[in-house]
């Protein structure tokens, strides 16, 4: 388990576009489990929609990039204060199934499927009360800062 303030140490992301609260299991090399508690005070809900506030999309799957990236740098045992950063460099298989609403607790998945060089293969789902939300397959590359 990973507390927010060790969450900061394995992502370079702050306010208002760090996307993961908790870690609540982490495998190396296999998987993560991590959350984002999802509260109306986002500064998304402003505009998406101010009468209807819905998650957007592509932050559901920046946060699931966010899960894989932690599963990355401790699988790799790298941090970003030792100039490494991971990239996402493409999203397949990508599906939208429900809304995240203010109030929810988005649950995000990443499983470790392969490396090659320095791109590492991720399959991630995001679920909401153990419904799935979204789903994707992402590459991340290493970058060196």
């Given at each position: ?14 306010y208002?576009f760090l ?6 299991e ?20 402003n ?19 966010q899960?894989?990236g ?8 790298k ?13 397949d ?19 470790h ?10 399959s ?17 590359a290493?970058?060196?800062?």
């Amino acid at each position: 388990m990973m507390d927010i303030l060790e969450v900061r140490e394995y992502l370079p992301h702050r306010y208002p576009f760090l996307l993961v609260d908790r870690v609540l299991e982490l495998e190396p090399g296999k998987r993560v489990e991590a959350i984002k508690n999802v509260t109306i005070n986002e500064p998304f809900f402003n505009g998406h929609f101010p009468h209807e506030p819905i998650m957007p999309g592509v932050l559901i799957i920046e946060a699931m990039a966010q899960a894989a990236g932690i599963l990355g740098f401790v699988t790799e045992n790298k941090k970003p204060a030792d100039g490494f950063n991971y990239l996402l460099v493409g999203t397949d298989k990508t599906r939208f199934k429900r809304q995240v609403l203010p109030g929810d607790t988005l649950h995000l998945f990443a499983e470790h499927v392969t490396t090659k060089r320095n791109i590492l293969k991720f399959s991630c789902e995001a679920r909401v009360d153990g419904k799935i939300v979204a789903s994707t397959e992402m590459l991340v590359a290493e970058h060196r800062s």
